[in-house]
């Protein structure tokens, strides 16, 4: 539709006015939400946490112990920094996605009972 026409609408030119004005109206949409994607992408920086941090910001809020576990297994990605161990909130959000990350064998059950 032509938004230079400066003529007056008839009957017959509402059902193209209306497929402009809709089709405008999803390019906006589509604008808009590029624009929050990345507002929400600048708030959301990636976070360092401590182990006690982690405990707190994980589901099932495990002791810091199982954590440690966890590391000494190589179960979860962790960071040494000098003796201390930080974990990157991108990281454990990605662990959290893999569904084989929370599972466990027979064996470690198994071990886990033992101890």
Known sequence: ?????KQSLRFD???EVLGWIKRK???????ID??????????????????QALSNY?????A???????????????HREDKRLRF???????WLKKPEAHLKSIEQIEDEARQ
Request: charged fraction near 30%.
């Open 1 to 5: 539709m032509n938004t230079e026409n």
């Open 13 to 15: 030119d509402i059902p």
């Open 25 to 31: 109206l999803v390019e906006l949409d589509a604008k």
């Open 34 to 51: 590029v624009i929050q994607g990345k507002k929400q992408l600048a708030v959301e920086e990636d976070k360092w946490f401590s182990i």
């Open 58 to 62: 994980l589901p099932e809020h495990p």
């Open 64 to 78: 810091v112990q199982t954590i440690y576990s966890w590391t000494s297994a190589k179960r979860i990605p962790y």
């Open 88 to 94: 990157l909130k991108s990281e454990i959000d990605a």
